[in-house]
């Protein structure tokens, strides 16, 4: 496709449920990154995977929330026991390459709500 | 730790008002810097970026930005802004991993 392609884009789930959240990177792009924007706050980096390896999964807040992708493409965060705080925009980006001078590409965003 | 501070929230303009949105980073190494921007209900996109050579760089619709690297500021500008203009901007600096600020939201009233 042309651009990052997220999905779905909205997503309202009682509390204690599990979900998944899915991002299709730009065809050919080797970095794919997840990020998580709360409502009034800024982007929070969750992780970053190249290939299919994820070198950087710092920004994960909790063991309930694990990523994986498959194909260097199609990636999946996953949500377990869903709380309330786990409200907000999940953002995916990709970039050609994973190097700090690459801009990267966003996705509209999946918005989450935890009732 | 790196960190990217926006001290402008909200900013309110008429239009044809010069606009300035200040953003400064904490990092000791090269960095890149970016700006990214979000129009009402589209996706983030990029504004603009510096990785090295000239500190000013051109972006899209007329912004640019000033690297100073001694105050570690990349402040954001346009001379005369447009309501087309009103947007959510975010400043960006990549050190291995891209750290964002928080927001400045720009209203640009005709």
């Known amino acids: 496709g042309a651009g990052v392609s997220q999905s779905p884009s909205n997503k309202v789930t009682e509390k204690g449920k599990d979900v998944e959240l899915r991002c299709d990177p730009i065809?050919?792009?080797?970095?794919l990154y997840w990020y998580r924007q709360r409502l009034g706050q800024g982007l929070e980096f969750l992780i970053y995977?190249?290939?299919?390896?994820?070198?950087?999964k710092s920004g994960l807040p909790s063991d309930r929330f694990s990523a994986e992708r498959t194909g260097e493409s199609v990636s999946t965060l996953t949500i377990q026991r869903t709380q309330q705080e786990d409200s907000a925009v999940y953002l995916c980006?990709?970039?050609?390459?994973?190097?700090?001078?690459?801009?990267?590409?966003f996705g509209d965003g999946t918005r989450l709500s935890i009732l | 730790a790196q960190s990217v501070s926006q001290h402008n929230h909200h900013v309110i303009l008429s239009e044809a008002a010069s606009l300035e949105l200040g953003c400064n980073y904490s990092?000791?190494?090269?960095?890149?810097l970016f700006w990214y921007v979000q129009y009402p209900g589209q996706h983030l996109q990029l504004l603009l970026k510096?990785?090295?050579?000239?500190?000013l760089v051109k972006g899209i619709k007329g912004f640019e930005a000033e690297f100073i690297k001694s105050k570690f500021s990349f402040n954001l500008r346009k001379p005369s802004v447009q309501w087309s203009d009103t947007a959510e901007y975010f400043c960006?600096?990549?050190?291995?991993?891209?750290?964002f600020g928080t927001g400045t939201r720009l209203q640009v009233f005709p």
């Open positions: 995977f190249q290939g299919n390896s994820a070198p950087d």
């Open positions: 980006a990709s970039s050609l390459y994973g190097t700090d001078n690459q801009p990267q590409h």
């Open positions: 510096y990785f090295s050579g000239d500190p």
């Open positions: 960006a600096v990549n050190a291995g991993k891209l750290i």
């Open positions: 065809s050919g792009h080797t970095a």
């Open positions: 990092y000791g190494g090269t960095v890149n």
